[in-house]
Antibody
Framework: EVQLVESGGGLVQPGGSLRLSCATSGFTFDDYAMHWVRQAPGKGLEWVSSINWNSDHITYADSVKGRFTISRDNAKTSLFLQMNSLRAEDTALYYC??????????????WGQGTLVTVSS | DIAMTQTPLSLPVSPGEPASISCRSSQSLFNSDDGNTYLDWYLQRPGQSPQLLIYRLSSRASGVPDRFSGSGSGTDFTLKISRVEAEDVGIYYCMQRIDFPSVTFGQGTKLEIK
């Protein structure tokens, strides 16, 4: 069974940093691309960032480019999102998402339960 | 960015009745190089994470009942549920992925049982 378990969310002041993690199991991690998708409270879905199986293809939404860094550790079957210079508009539930391919097909096959990031003073 | 517009935003349906959700994109989602249309559908049940229903216009994801079907072309798309069941309650999102690297979601359609 595919499991994606996010952690690292919390309350942070504007301008602060957080590092999200996604621990995975139930599939061969380095066979698949991974993504982060977020959902502001009571709002819709917004793609944040993507990384292919071997980390040589990484993409970001314009809204986070230059502030967020996606990475993965295939040996530890984990996905990460380093978030710097956080803004109030980054407040959201952040989902770790499994692609259905090693490249960035962007078919979001499985979703974690999410970790909540709140940016507020 | 390609804008995605869904209608209606709210959809009350009686059990056993059909339901239809429309999605319109600001640009064609058809790729003439490979013949595919890059439009997917997701369902977010209350209190749950989204799940993939339909990918590439009309292909059902694993485990999705055949009462769900996707259709359309170019910029106009439809998700149909042939007979609504209680477990179909939630918010339905269309999503385009012909653009790269961005994908964009529609604003969501909330299906509820009458």
């Amino acid at each position: 069974e595919v499991q994606l378990v996010e952690s690292g969310g919390g309350l942070v002041q504007p301008g602060g940093s957080l590092r999200l993690s996604c621990a995975t199991s139930g599939f061969t991690f380095d066979d698949y691309a991974m993504h982060w998708v977020r959902q502001a409270p009571g709002k819709g879905l917004e793609w944040v960032s993507s990384i292919n199986w071997n980390s040589d293809h990484i993409t970001y939404a314009d809204s986070v480019k230059g502030r967020f860094t996606i990475s993965r550790d295939n040996a530890k079957t984990s996905l990460f999102l380093q978030m710097n210079s956080l803004r109030a508009e980054d407040t959201a539930l952040y989902y770790c998402v499994l692609d259905n391919a090693s490249y960035l097909s962007r078919i979001f096959d499985y979703w974690g339960q999410g970790t909540l990031v709140t940016v507020s003073s | 960015d390609i804008a995605m517009t869904q209608t209606p935003l709210s959809l009350p349906v009686s059990p056993g009745e059909p339901a239809s959700i429309s999605c319109r994109s600001s640009q064609s989602l058809f790729n003439s190089d490979d013949g595919n249309t890059y439009l997917d559908w997701y369902l977010q049940r209350p209190g749950q994470s989204p799940q993939l229903l339909i990918y590439r216009l009309s292909s059902r994801a694993s485990g999705v009942p055949d009462r769900f079907s996707g259709s359309g072309s170019g910029t106009d798309f439809t998700l149909k549920i042939s007979r609504v069941e209680a477990e179909d309650v939630g918010i339905y999102y269309c999503m385009q992925r012909i653009d790269f690297p961005s994908v964009t979601f529609g604003q969501g359609t909330k299906l509820e049982i009458k």
